[in-house]
């Protein structure tokens, strides 16, 4: 049985706003409220093109064929980009990852989205994650020597675990492996660093050692 908070709404409607806005992260329902009250102050033409937005965004989005990036069509704007370094390939966690080392100006290269890292307690393995389609990229390249794997993924326990695990699958194909230097502190996110210390970290990348 599931019990719900009792709340003096005057309106259905309302009610059923507010549980929408407060099943966002991080929103509890005083702050849905309010939310949901602004929005109903706001312009109809306003709030059509705010609900249309995120109706768009979750039914049209794409995820890179490549790299697993979002995009708006099947190839990203990265991997399109003539201009791009194609024998760098970045590994990341997050979409919010590649938008952090973006924000440096210190890197041109191409990315790969794990969507994830291993983390057995949350029940997250190796085949969640697009680890294989990392391996594959990798090995229809033409010149594997010639590319450079750079592990970008958070200095705690579970982000060293999974650097470890792409490392080993990766290692046959004879790609170089580096790794960002230690400007991030152990158990540092990618997400909150900032954009001066992430940036020195990837210019200053060094070999990845077991």
Not at 56 to 65: G, I, N, T
Not at 90 to 119: F, K, W
């Amino acid at each position: 049985m599931v019990l719900k908070t009792q709340e003096n709404y005057p309106s259905v409607l309302l009610s059923e706003a507010v549980d929408a806005i407060s099943s966002l992260p991080g929103v509890g329902r005083r702050s849905a409220l309010r939310l949901a009250l602004h929005l109903l102050k706001q312009p109809e033409d306003h709030v059509h093109h705010f609900t249309d937005s995120i109706r768009r965004l979750r039914d049209e989005v794409h995820y890179c064929r490549e790299c697993r990036m979002i995009s708006d069509d099947d190839l990203c704007s990265f991997c399109s980009d003539s201009r791009r370094n194609h024998s760098q390939i970045c590994v990341v966690e997050s979409v919010r990852d590649v938008m952090s080392i973006e924000a440096t100006g210190q890197y041109h290269g191409l990315y790969h989205v794990l969507g994830g890292i291993i983390s057995p307690m949350a029940g997250v393995g190796p085949s969640d994650l697009t680890i294989r389609e990392l391996v594959g990229r990798l090995s229809a390249l033409e010149d594997p020597s010639s590319a450079e794997v750079i592990m970008a993924l958070s200095g705690d326990v579970e982000g060293e675990t999974t650097a470890f695990y792409i490392y080993r699958q990766i290692e046959p194909v004879g790609v170089r492996v580096t790794t960002l230097a230690r400007g991030l502190g152990f158990g540092d996110d990618l997400e909150y660093a900032d954009s001066l210390t992430l940036g020195r970290s990837i210019t200053a990348r060094q070999p990845f050692k077991v």
